[in-house]
């Protein structure tokens, strides 16, 4: 979706198919996966689960490979569907790291078009697999570091452990690329949180304000929300005061 957005918005060039297998590509990592013993298979993103090539292969494989290898599932979280059940019900081992960028309302503008309640919905739907490992991470950028606290809060009530992975490119989306009071109100509410692994070196982190990486940053925000007929100021009311997308 992101790539999508980006040629109509004339940000890049960049096309989906750039940056996937063909399909006689997938056919022969899994004929090797089913005629070698492998330790882990590895789905990563984009959204793997989407693909119904990967997810008919993963349904008529070996039974060997059931029992010996490991499923690792790296996904957004959007899709759960009972041929889905089957695959993590054949799986002896798996393992699931799904990526949430915000509670609620703020994946679903971070994340946009994504449904937080089909979301929440699929946290338990996996969690119900009882997986080797599970867990969320999570990309610290200013376009969810003022709600994080409600994400870890959501986490935690979830049981299930969400690692912070702060942003670093494109710099415009750096979670301290924030007027000084905004960023000073995220760690406010992250303070309940020191005792998390990942929250006290943001507290560290040097602020790297710039009036114009900001106003690049607003100008950026301005255009997205124009395509998307949203607005950041629904979720961010206390960005608006320091909007400034003319520097």
Known sequence: ????????????NYRQ???????DQINEI???VNSHNIDILDLRGGESMLI??????????????????????????TLYNEHWKNIFEKFHN??????????????????????WVEIDENVDHFRSHNPGNMYINTVVSNISVLRLDELLAWCYEKNVYCHLSPLTNPEIFKFTNLPVDLLEQAKQKLKQFEHHPGVQSLFEAEHEFDPVRWSKFCSMIDRRDQYRQNRIFNIYPEMKQFWDPNQ
Not at 1 to 12: A, C, G, K
Request: hydrophobic share 35%; charged share 30%; net charge neutral.
């Open 52 to 77: 119904p090539l990967i997810k008919n292969r993963l349904l008529s494989m070996p039974e060997k490979t059931y029992k010996n290898t490991k499923l690792r599932v790296q996904t957004n979280g």
């Open 17 to 23: 198919k750039d940056f996937s297998y063909s399909e």
């Open 30 to 32: 899994f004929d090797f």
């Open 94 to 115: 798996i393992e699931i790291m799904i990526s949430i960028d915000g509670f609620g309302p703020v994946n679903e503008y971070v994340r946009f078009p994504s449904n």
């Open 1 to 12: 979706m992101f790539l999508d957005e980006d040629r109509r918005l004339n940000i890049s």
